[in-house]
């Protein structure tokens, strides 16, 4: 089973969720379990997301939610600091809430580099690129801008080796080197499809 840790803003928490979680679920072929990451906001909107959460259990009970909130301020990483007490299985994805998985296979393409070397820390998604496989129909018009990495696959062990994990924009990045310090690999697995929304939506990450 795998622990997906998604960062959720009170001020696009509804849409967001929305958005991102139906596909994990949808493209995840073994169990998964919702931690949100929650900061802030209206109990109304945290009640529909944890119904919403409800919805995405398949027959046989496989994928199922636990909704967790955070009072945190700044950064929407922040708030993934406080449920990492809650992770209880090996795998433990992390990902920023504008992304969306549209690849069956992506647990298997992420997880094989830690599956034939242990000490591999980490695979992450390839930078995200302004303006790229974007589904907002008016993308910024500025120059490329490279970003971080959107999301990783990583394990408990490696996520305990490195707590507590940094809070701002550079969450990915800094993680990686947490990684590194620590003798582990980190790795990039540009084959699998995702779809990001572009940050000129209102309701995209912050």
């Not at 906001?41 to 967790?68: C, K, P, Q, V």
């Not at 129909?137 to 994990?165: D, G, K, Q, V, W």
């Not at 990686?176 to 990001?196: I, K, Y």
Request: negative net charge; charged residues 20%.
């Amino acid at each position: 089973m795998i622990d997906v840790i998604v960062p959720l803003h009170y001020r696009n928490a509804v849409q967001a969720a929305m958005y991102t979680l139906p596909a994990i679920a949808d493209s995840t072929d073994v169990p998964i379990r919702f931690i949100i990451a929650g900061r802030g906001g209206a109990s109304d909107d945290w009640e529909i997301i944890r119904t919403f959460l409800d919805s995405l259990r398949d027959e046989e009970g496989l994928h199922y939610g636990l909704l967790a909130t955070e009072a945190a301020v700044g950064n929407s990483w922040q708030a993934v600091n406080g449920v990492l007490d809650l992770i209880k299985h090996d795998y433990v994805f992390i990902m920023r809430s504008n992304i969306r998985l549209k690849d069956k296979l992506w647990f298997g393409k992420m997880n094989s580099p830690i599956m034939i070397a242990p000490y591999v820390g980490g695979v992450f998604l390839p930078p995200v690129f302004q303006g790229s496989a974007t589904l907002d129909p008016n993308p910024i018009n500025e120059p490329t801008r490279i970003y971080e990495s959107p999301a990783f696959l990583t394990t408990r062990a490696h996520i305990e080796m490195t707590r507590p994990m940094p809070n701002g924009n550079s969450f990915c990045s800094e993680f990686q080197a947490r990684l590194v310090a620590q003798g582990a690999t980190r790795w990039s697995h540009p084959g699998v499809n995702f779809e990001v929304m572009n940050e000129s939506a209102s309701w995209a990450s912050r």
